[in-house]
């Protein structure tokens, strides 16, 4: 097993241990929120793809659509793309912002209720950390 399947599994665990109703999956390659949808969750996965900055030798690009998009076919899955402007920034502030934005995301699609549990899965460094957040009445 690897490592990355490892977190997932552990996201997995984790959920259902605590009577999550949703898993966020920060993900930049659609990978790791794939790996949560093989263990098929009883709760839904939202997928919120980081677009990542590219550059050729004449303009500037991000990807990141193409990932959400292919992660429309996974059983369980719901792709959200993040705001490319916070794209280039990883720092704590931009997390819980990006965070922030996934959670009225999730409560505009009827997943995410008040004082829910939520499993977030995310990549801090070089480090994978999944942490359960209990929501407080407005979200």
Same mark, same amino acid.
């Given at each position: 097993?690897?490592?990355?399947?490892?977190?997932?599994?552990?996201?997995?665990?984790?959920?259902?241990?605590?009577?999550?109703?949703?898993?966020?999956?920060?993900?930049?390659?659609?990978?790791?929120?794939?790996?949560?949808?093989?263990?098929?969750?009883?709760?839904?996965?939202?997928?919120?793809?980081?677009?990542?900055?590219?550059?050729?030798?004449?303009?500037?690009?991000?990807?990141?659509?193409?990932?959400?998009?292919?992660?429309?076919?996974?059983?369980?899955l719901f792709p959200m793309l993040a705001d490319p402007r916070n794209a280039?920034?990883s720092t704590g502030a931009t997390n819980e912002t990006v965070l922030k934005?996934?959670?009225?995301?999730?409560?505009?699609?009827?997943?995410?209720?008040?004082?829910?549990?939520?499993?977030?899965?995310?990549?801090?460094?070089?480090?994978?950390?999944?942490?359960?957040? $209990?929501? $407080?009445? $407005?979200?």
């Amino acid at each position: 097993m690897s490592h990355m399947e490892s977190i997932a599994s552990s996201a997995v665990r984790a959920a259902i241990k605590v009577k999550a109703s949703v898993i966020i999956c920060f993900t930049s390659t659609g990978i790791a929120a794939r790996l949560i949808a093989k263990y098929r969750p009883t709760m839904p996965v939202l997928s919120v793809v980081i677009p990542r900055l590219k550059m050729n030798q004449l303009h500037w690009t991000t990807t990141g659509a193409y990932e959400a998009r292919q992660s429309l076919i996974i059983r369980g899955l719901f792709p959200m793309l993040a705001d490319p402007r916070n794209a280039a920034e990883s720092t704590g502030a931009t997390n819980e912002t990006v965070l922030k934005v996934a959670f009225d995301h999730g409560r505009n699609i009827g997943v995410i209720k008040p004082h829910d549990r939520v499993v977030v899965c995310q990549k801090v460094g070089d480090d994978s950390v999944v942490k359960i957040i $209990e929501l $407080e009445e $407005e979200i």
